[in-house]
């Protein structure tokens, strides 16, 4: 099983950046993808952005053009820059990792962090 460490979040104003990061721990040579998913309040968890091992990526519509991912296989490390946030950028952000990822979620999960933007 693979561990996974989130930092990075907190309270930001519309237009501002902010910048979450991951760590993997455990088993990280069974890591393919890595990513983020978000969950807003009274809403389902969503994709947001993944990466595989080789650098490929998938983003959600909603975030193209704003938000950037990267990962360090070496240090199994998953960062996601959020810039020009807006307040539906509000949710708690998971980091997800696994031998693959779809829209709804891969195989291990963090525990969250809380993102809010204000209007």
């Known amino acids: 099983q693979v561990q996974l460490v989130e930092s990075g979040g907190g309270l930001v104003q519309a237009g501002g950046s902010l910048r979450l990061s991951c760590a993997a721990s455990g088993r990280p040579f069974s890591i393919n993808v890595m990513g983020w998913y978000r969950q807003a309040p009274g809403k389902q968890r969503d994709l947001v952005a993944t990466?595989?091992?080789?650098?490929?990526?998938n983003y959600t519509d909603s975030v193209k053009g704003r938000f950037t991912i990267s990962r360090d296989n070496a240090k199994n490390t998953v960062d996601l820059q959020m810039n020009s946030l807006k307040p539906e950028d509000t949710a708690v952000y998971y980091c997800?990792?696994?031998?693959?990822?779809?829209?709804?979620?891969?195989?291990?999960w963090g525990t969250g962090t809380l993102v809010t933007v204000s209007s």
């Open positions: 997800a990792a696994g031998p693959y990822c779809s829209v709804s979620g891969c195989t291990d």
């Open positions: 990466m595989t091992r080789g650098g490929g990526t």
